[in-house]
């Protein structure tokens, strides 16, 4: 008969645990106090502003209107439009080969016959204001609308 002595095994199980700690760190610059011991401020900053409307047009801004006199005394075209507050370069050609006389606001044109004739109308307020050729109302300029025939 054989006996076996009970055997006895021994584990040993070593459990390693490691800890990281990670700190942060800030750094802080201090300016400069000024010369009366406060710290500097940083300069005020505005918004930007909307440009206004009621200023005055550059000067070096027109819009030309030209109108040319076809055989029968018609306008082309017959109706210029020009935004308010921009100065209107009016021209009148002769286009019929003839001598004109146009007269647009006070303003009178003498157009010599297949020539042009021009002036430079500032201040014109909203309206429309007609442009006579040799004493009819041919035409007109119509000011502050959108620009165009």
């Known amino acids: 008969m054989t006996t076996t002595a009970p055997t006895t095994a021994t584990t040993t199980t070593t459990t390693t645990t490691?800890?990281?700690?990670?700190?942060?760190?800030?750094?802080?610059q201090t300016a400069p106090l000024t010369a009366n011991g406060t710290p500097p401020t940083a300069p005020e900053t505005n918004p930007p502003t909307?440009?206004?409307?009621?200023?005055t047009p550059p000067?070096?801004?027109?819009?030309p209107a030209t109108f040319t006199v076809l055989p029968g005394g018609v306008l082309s075209p017959p109706t210029v439009t020009a935004?308010?507050?921009?100065?209107?370069?009016?021209?009148?050609?002769?286009?019929?080969?003839?001598?004109?006389?146009?007269?647009?606001?006070?303003h009178e044109l003498t157009v010599p016959a297949h020539g042009r004739a021009s002036v430079l109308l500032t201040g014109l307020k909203d309206g429309r204001y007609p442009l006579d050729i040799d004493g009819a109302p041919e035409g007109a300029l119509v000011v502050g609308g959108a620009p165009g025939p």
Request: net charge positive; charged share 15%; proline share 7%.
């Open 50 to 55: 909307a440009p206004s409307t009621t200023s």
């Open 18 to 28: 490691t800890t990281t700690t990670t700190t942060a760190t800030a750094t802080t």
């Open 59 to 63: 000067s070096d801004v027109r819009l």
């Open 83 to 106: 935004p308010a507050r921009i100065p209107v370069l009016l021209t009148v050609v002769s286009g019929d080969g003839r001598a004109h006389r146009a007269v647009l606001h006070s």
